[in-house]
Nanobody, 115 residues
């Protein structure tokens, strides 16, 4: 059984930075891809960033140039470095980890950027 534990959310001013972490425990199967979604009140869930086991990455258009996803495969941990934060980045951020037949989710962490 795998569990994902998120940390690093908080309240920041526009232009500030936060670093989110998501650590997976358990290793019954290999994790292939890890990433981050976010969901703001009244909006649909939005894919923020993805990183594959080999290191290839994808970013949503709204965060390109500001966010960086990275991964420590030895620890099954994914990070999201968020710079130049904007009020529209305010959301609950959820990490995920994919195995062959399952997607595991973190508990979510609140990121609030003041206006």
């Amino acid at each position: 059984q795998r569990q994902l534990v998120e940390s690093g959310g908080g309240l920041v001013q526009p232009g500030g930075s936060l670093r989110l972490s998501c650590a997976a425990s358990g290793s019954s199967f290999s994790i292939t891809t890890m990433g981050w979604y976010r969901q703001a009140p009244g909006l649909q869930r939005e894919l923020v960033a993805v990183i594959a086991g080999g290191g290839s990455t994808y970013y949503g258009d709204s965060v390109k140039g500001r966010f960086t996803i990275s991964r420590d495969n030895g620890k099954d941990t994914v990070y999201l470095q968020m710079n130049s934060l904007k009020p529209e980045d305010t959301a609950v951020y959820y990490c995920y980890a994919d195995e062959v037949l399952a997607r595991h989710w973190g508990q979510g962490t609140q990121v609030t950027v003041s206006s």
